[in-house]
């Protein structure tokens, strides 16, 4: 089946991004009724696993909302295994080659554009019966994650990779490798320029960006900077802020 989220971006649209770390099929369902464009199933820094992961998504199937997996590395047996379970983007993290890009493409497309294995078990459900592979290695977004120094010095050869379809800044790691402290919603001088390169070298190829944002006021930012993909909402940080804000209301009292 098409994928809204691509179809968005063709027509120069952001993509506005909710980030799912608890494993529980009902806090992804509040979630995808909330009316985010997408959901991403956090596998990396997240406590998913993949049986929490797939009860997600199949929570999140039942609303206008593209399921994409952050999975917790390049590799292709859990990339295959979000994807058979109907991701219809993977986020990969820590890709700082263009060798590392083309492994990620490979692992995310069937042949002769990758080398994907043939079994999508629940995927198949979001078309008719028989046309998933047909409609697969166009549907599927295929992202890799930029967030180290060594990715920047190397931008250009991972966007030159075919199949390729968005990179996402990590702004934590992103800092920690240019000697800075980990942290979103970055102002320094020196990350703000490397976002925009990252910008400008991947609107050369027709590629979106991605950043991942703590709050909707700095992703709003973001937006009007030109990203094309944004996370504005992290399940568990809002349940914690929140807990801490009202238990520090009713200490006061």
């Not at 990620?104 to 008719?128: E, N, T, W």
């Not at 914690?240 to 009713?250: E, L």
């Amino acid at each position: 089946m098409p994928n809204p989220m691509k179809d968005a971006w063709r027509a120069g649209r952001a993509v506005v991004n909710g980030w799912i770390s608890i494993p529980s099929a009902f806090g992804a369902e509040l979630m995808a009724k909330a009316g985010f464009d997408a959901l991403t199933v956090d596998m990396q820094h997240g406590i998913q696993d993949y049986a929490s992961a797939v009860a997600c998504m199949q929570a999140i199937a039942a609303h206008p909302v593209v399921p994409v997996v952050r999975v917790p590395w390049n590799e292709p047996g859990i990339i295959g295994k979000v994807l058979d379970a109907g991701a219809m983007g993977v986020i990969c993290p820590m890709v700082n080659s263009a060798a590392e890009a083309r492994a990620l493409v490979d692992a995310c497309r069937y042949p002769p554009l990758g080398q994907r294995s043939f079994g999508p078990i629940r995927a198949a459900i979001y078309g008719q019966a028989g046309s998933y592979f047909a409609t697969a290695n166009e549907d599927v977004a295929v992202i890799a994650m930029i967030e180290t120094k060594q990715a920047l010095d190397n931008l250009e050869s991972i966007l030159d990779v075919p199949g390729i379809d968005g990179v996402y800044i990590g702004p934590g790691d992103l800092g920690l490798s240019m000697g800075l402290q980990p942290m979103l919603d970055r102002k320094e001088p020196e990350v703000l320029a490397a976002y925009d390169r990252v910008l400008e070298q991947a609107n050369k190829r027709g590629i979106i960006a991605g950043i991942h944002n703590a709050t909707p006021e700095y992703a709003l930012t973001m937006v009007q900077r030109g990203f094309r993909f944004v996370t504005v909402y992290n399940d568990a940080a809002t349940v914690a802020t929140g807990a801490i804000r009202d238990v520090a209301v009713m200490r006061k009292g």
